[in-house]
């Protein structure tokens, strides 16, 4: 099987936002999101509400898609392609049982982002960067609440991906502002948080300054 292109250079690994996976209030939850997006950079915002039917997902991307735009926040749905497009959503995450890439990429289009879940396979992810992911996503690597895990990768798996794949890569699972800094070092190009942000006992804001800080250290 052929691989994808050796890396170059690549810059800065950043901030990934990922809702909770419940908002019970969308006003104060858009609050939150606002002085989050200001309080540094973030890379994207990825809305992710399960359980949900599709007229609150839908009610989550036209309240907080606006915020996250203004502050140069790529936004894409979880899961669902279709109601990314429907909602012009940048892009689509989808996980090994949410449908094919193929399948997304004729949804999305050709100009979408589309990233995948790979937990910790890297021959899952090779397939899916020769398919055209934008992204390919390694995890949990640590124990986390916000979602059942059956996988806990090692930081090494993306060192190797670092050192041989273009594809950038992003950690994922129950990453906080005490670890950011080593799943950087590992070779991560984004990390993807959310209670480590939503959750911070100092606020969301605070969390992302202290994100940021960690990151480009």
């Known amino acids: 099987m052929a691989r994808p292109p050796a890396v ?17 209030d969308l006003d104060v939850f858009a609050a939150m999101l606002e002085e989050a997006l200001g309080a540094g950079d973030v890379a994207a915002l990825q809305i992710r509400l399960k359980p949900a039917d599709d007229a609150a997902i839908v009610a989550a991307v036209e309240r907080l898609a606006p915020i996250a735009r203004r502050h140069g926040v790529a936004v894409l749905v979880n899961d669902r ?4 497009r429907a909602t012009s959503c940048d892009g689509v995450h989808i996980g090994q049982q ?18 995948v879940t790979c937990h910790d396979d890297r021959d899952l992810a ?36 670092q050192e041989t794949v273009e594809v950038p ?4 699972g129950g ?22 942000v939503w959750t911070y006992e100092s606020g969301p804001a605070a969390a992302v300054k202290m994100f940021n800080l960690r990151l480009k250290a």
Do not use: N, Q
């Open 175 to 196: 990453i906080t502002v005490e670890t950011a800094e080593e799943v950087a070092r590992a070779g991560a190009d984004f990390v993807a948080v959310s209670a480590g």
């Open 8 to 24: 170059s250079a690549r810059p800065p690994c950043r901030l990934y936002l990922i809702t909770p996976p419940a908002i019970p």
């Open 98 to 115: 949410d449908g094919s890439l193929v399948e997304a990429r004729r949804i999305m289009g050709p100009d979408a982002m589309i990233g």
């Open 169 to 172: 890569c992003v950690a994922i």
């Open 126 to 161: 090779w397939d899916a960067a020769e398919g055209g992911a934008d992204y390919v996503a390694f995890g949990a690597f640590y124990p986390t609440g916000t979602k059942e895990t059956a996988h806990r990768p090692g930081l090494e798996i993306l060192t190797v991906w």
């Open 81 to 84: 392609p279709d109601l990314a």
